[in-house]
């Protein structure tokens, strides 16, 4: 051992060598489990059901399938589907910053913060058939409030027909579970503004208004319409809560997927599920790739 060597390891500058390279690719076998789920349950079936769309009632290759999109009531199946997730999408937003905002002046650790935080959680996993239950037994024909309001205050909310059960009747569930998720979403978002901003701002001579205005909402926008096609697509792809609700006239793309596997004789043609399915994955794929676009910009003042 030369005097250089014990010099340079007293003085702590020699590097440990590793025991051993190991597998370059190691890492990534964490993913492994993940990305077999992601495969098996949304790959192969969205590949399934796209390819579904090209077929005949024999299994040939065709193009007549995507004839349905000059039907008009195709076209109103996916507008009306757009119209509701963009409805819901905005109002779930809008009470869901408001509730980020209220959130904000409390401590972190304080209880009603943990407390929404946990129950936006719970809440926007909450939907399907138990969520139309709910829906129908608070403001049903029959409902808690419904019955409430007519008893007391001699309001009847179903005169006119049980609104519950029309296409604008679920934009309510819909905000239901699309308010909690964009709390989820957006509250990060909020809480990484930094108090050093707030200060700078007042030190200059601006004012609370002009930080949102130059500072909060600039910083804040890419998240919020992030979070705004996260539940724009959330909204677009629901399914079991309207199939409880509606299941008449296939007002919504995924009821038109359902109702064209139980009966193709609806619009006369093999593969029409498959078609709605195209369609419908054609939007989210683009909804989601502007999501992710955006939330690159936002990341940027997150970190």
């Not at 079936?45 to 039907?71: C, E, H, I, W, Y």
Request: hydrophobic fraction near 55%.
């Amino acid at each position: 051992m030369t005097t250089d060597t014990i010099t340079r390891r007293g003085a702590g500058l020699t590097k440990a060598r590793p025991r051993g390279r190991g597998l370059p690719f190691a890492p990534a076998l964490g993913l492994l489990p993940f990305a077999i789920y992601i495969t098996v349950f949304l790959g192969i079936p969205a590949v399934l059901a796209v390819l579904s769309g090209f077929q005949t009632k024999r299994g040939a290759f065709t193009l007549n399938n995507l004839g349905v999109f000059t039907d008009p009531k195709v076209l109103a199946t996916f507008g009306s589907t757009i119209w509701l997730a963009a409805v819901a999408a905005i109002i779930g937003a809008i009470l869901g910053v408001l509730i980020c905002l209220a959130l904000l002046g409390l401590p972190a650790t304080s209880r009603v913060r943990t407390f929404t935080n946990a129950a936006t959680s719970v809440l926007a996993q909450f939907g399907g058939v138990t969520l139309a239950f709910a829906f129908i037994a608070t403001v049903g024909r029959t409902g808690l409030l419904t019955q409430f309001l007519d008893n007391t205050l001699g309001i009847n909310i179903v005169e006119n027909g049980v609104w519950l059960y029309s296409l604008g009747g679920l934009v309510l569930p819909y905000v239901y579970f699309s308010t909690p998720l964009m709390v989820i979403t957006f509250m990060p978002a909020l809480a990484a503004l930094k108090p050093q901003w707030a200060e700078a701002n007042l030190a200059l001579g601006g004012t609370r208004l002009g930080f949102w205005r130059h500072i909060g909402i600039p910083v804040l926008a890419p998240s919020f319409f992030a979070s705004l096609l996260l539940l724009f697509a959330g909204a677009f792809s629901a399914y079991a809560t309207a199939a409880a609700l509606v299941s008449q006239g296939a007002p919504i793309v995924p009821i038109g997927i359902e109702n064209a596997l139980t009966s193709e004789s609806v619009l006369g043609r093999a593969g029409i599920a498959g078609v709605y399915a195209t369609g419908m994955i054609l939007v989210v794929v683009v909804v989601m790739f502007a999501y992710a676009r955006i939330q690159q910009r936002a990341e940027r003042w997150q970190r």
